[in-house]
């Protein structure tokens, strides 16, 4: 029972958007653990529709579109639909590339299955194992307003690509922290905290601060910091001061088991 209960006995807070929060519930509950939802992301619409709307007027002149988040996936469905279209409905020449096994996921639910999935559930793999020359293709790249990572733009454009990058949706920080999450951390019946985003470290750190003032960070010693991939491990690194454990693969079952390892590692 123990191999299937890895953290049985352990509290484990989640740091995801408020509508995300579930499926990472169930693993962690799956693995034994009690679970703190501390939301820290809460999703909504870009300042402006605009961009976007202009770009999906003319779909018809991309050949790809690439998204990097079921967010951007779900923004794109919204406001095709209104259009009277959607992806799975999208012009034949438009082919669809997904970052992540939940994008793919969230593209596979509409009926409009990714043409492309890398390897690894990073932006930088779509990159490296593109199925076709960059060179020519006009890509639509539909992404968070604010603090995204801009590498896939510039490296396809580098590679002689025509990415139009726009905002499709933004990711705000929530209020407050919700009463049991703080309650934990001020028994200190916190084992481990993962952070699935740069953005969920940024807010996570401004909701402590917000509650515990200007000394917030102690709340976290002895809380073991797991991150889902390298990006978010280097916020880590610059706005906690360490990482104890990252996903591999970078997805939520990989976040579960790193908690784990981070766990029995700890002295």
């Not at 509290?11 to 499926?23: K, N, P």
């Not at 605009?50 to 967010?71: K, V, Y």
């Not at 996570?204 to 889902?228: H, K, M, R």
Request: charged share 20%; with cysteine.
């Amino acid at each position: 029972m123990a191999g299937t209960t890895p953290l049985a006995g352990r509290t484990i807070a989640v740091t995801r958007a408020e509508t995300q929060l579930g499926a990472a519930r169930q693993l962690f509950e799956q693995a034994g653990a009690s679970v703190i939802d501390l939301p820290a992301l809460v999703i909504g619409p870009p300042d402006l529709w605009g961009p976007l709307d202009d770009a999906l007027a003319e779909l018809d002149q991309f050949h790809w579109i690439l998204f990097s988040s079921a967010n951007g996936v779900d923004a794109v469905e919204q406001r095709l639909v209104r259009r009277g279209s959607s992806l799975a409905g999208r012009p034949r020449g438009v082919r669809l590339a997904a970052v992540g096994r939940k994008t793919a996921e969230a593209l596979e639910a509409l009926g409009a299955p990714a043409d492309f999935v890398p390897p690894a559930f990073v932006a930088d793999s779509l990159i490296e194992h593109f199925p076709v020359s960059g060179w020519g293709q006009r890509l639509l790249l539909p992404r968070v307003q604010s603090g995204g990572r801009t590498v896939l733009a510039e490296a396809f454009a580098a590679a002689g690509a025509r990415v139009v990058e726009v905002a499709a949706y933004e990711t705000r920080c929530p209020a407050g922290l919700p009463s049991g999450a703080l309650q934990a951390l001020e028994r200190r019946g916190v084992d481990a905290i993962t952070f699935s985003s740069g953005k969920t470290v940024d807010h996570t750190a401004q909701l402590l601060a917000g509650s515990f003032g200007e000394n917030w960070i102690e709340w976290l010693e002895g809380v073991q910091v797991v991150s889902i991939g390298p990006q978010t491990s280097r916020r880590c690194l610059e706005r906690l001061g360490r990482v104890d454990g990252e996903a591999d693969p970078h997805d939520l079952e990989g976040l579960v088991a790193a908690c784990s390892r981070a766990l029995r590692a700890r002295p």
